[in-house]
């Protein structure tokens, strides 16, 4: 993420060089659309801010990879981007199934798929971590928990950042989980609109296969472009984070800036596929 702000080790602050760069392929991105497909226009929007939302959505996912495997920082044993695929993916499955409910009604299907996925993650994980390894869930990057007011002091254990999933983890993964299936969502529904209106006119076929091609075709863009956004927010992370109170969590705007840009150029070839 060196090109967004810094490199591994990388603060918070935003490279208004590099920014500049990610506004102009968003606007070359839009305006490229536009110029050879203006139907495509607000689809592609929605496709930025659905991949906008995924990226500031998993700094919210409590992630300790190998170090939470062991009990040795909080989080859930596993990558970032792997964690927010199972959310995100979980909630564009719902907003797919809902997507002839209309669009508020996909985009809720989808927000709940995927906060309901991370909050049963997280509960067997904390469940694991208290019935089968013994330990408590603490924070190792707080004193004190923001939301319920719990003091992690007196519960950490030597050598470690803190281990299980404290309360502002969980509800952290949550929220987490609800925008990645919400912007995972939108970037489906986008894309199959844009399907559903240009491909009888490109390839004259019958309603029915047409209806089967838009879906697939706009579920395998969707799923790829969930997966670029989720891996570049892993870069932004750089390996653990523990939710929304972590310092880590401030790095959020450079991975929405990165974010932004990969889903602009990506949607505009997943748009011009089909319309050209």
């Known amino acids: 993420m060196s090109a967004l702000g810094g490199g591994s080790a990388g603060g918070e ?9 990610a506004l102009v392929i968003v606007l070359a991105s839009v305006g ?18 659905g991949g906008m939302l995924i990226s500031f959505g998993v700094h919210f996912v ?21 964690l927010a695929a199972g959310g995100g993916l979980a909630g564009l499955f719902g907003g797919a199934w809902a997507a002839e409910m209309g669009l508020w009604v996909a985009l809720g299907a989808g ?13 067997m994980v904390n469940v694991v971590y ?4 013994g330990i408590p869930a603490a924070s190792g ?20 950042e803190g281990h299980g999933l404290p309360f502002i983890s969980y509800v952290g993964g949550v929220i987490g989980g609800t925008l990645a299936g919400l912007g995972g969502t939108l970037i489906y529904l986008e894309l199959l609109a844009v399907y559903e209106e240009a491909l009888p006119t490109v390839l004259g076929m019958t309603p029915e296969g047409m209806s089967t091609l838009a879906v697939s075709l706009a579920g395998i863009f969707a799923v790829g472009m969930f997966l670029v956004a989720a891996v570049l927010t892993a870069y932004n992370i750089t390996g653990t984070i523990e939710g929304p109170h972590d310092p880590k969590f401030k ?9 932004s840009a990969a889903c602009a150029a ?3 070839v997943a748009i011009l596929l089909v319309v050209i």
């Open 130 to 133: 208290v019935y089968s390894m």
């Open 62 to 82: 409590p992630v300790g990879g190998a170090p939470a495997a062991m009990g040795q920082a909080p989080g859930i044993a596993t990558g970032v981007a792997m």
């Open 251 to 259: 790095r959020w705007p450079r991975a929405v800036i990165g974010s």
């Open 141 to 160: 990057k707080v004193d004190k928990d923001p939301i319920t007011g719990d003091t992690y002091d007196g519960y950490r254990s030597q050598g470690t």
């Open 32 to 49: 490229i659309a536009y110029a050879l497909y203006p139907a495509a226009l607000i689809p592609l929007i929605g496709v930025i801010i």
């Open 111 to 123: 927000a709940v798929g995927g906060g309901l996925l991370m909050a049963i993650t997280c509960l």
């Open 13 to 21: 602050g935003i490279n208004p060089a590099a920014s500049l760069v």
């Open 266 to 268: 990506c949607g505009l």
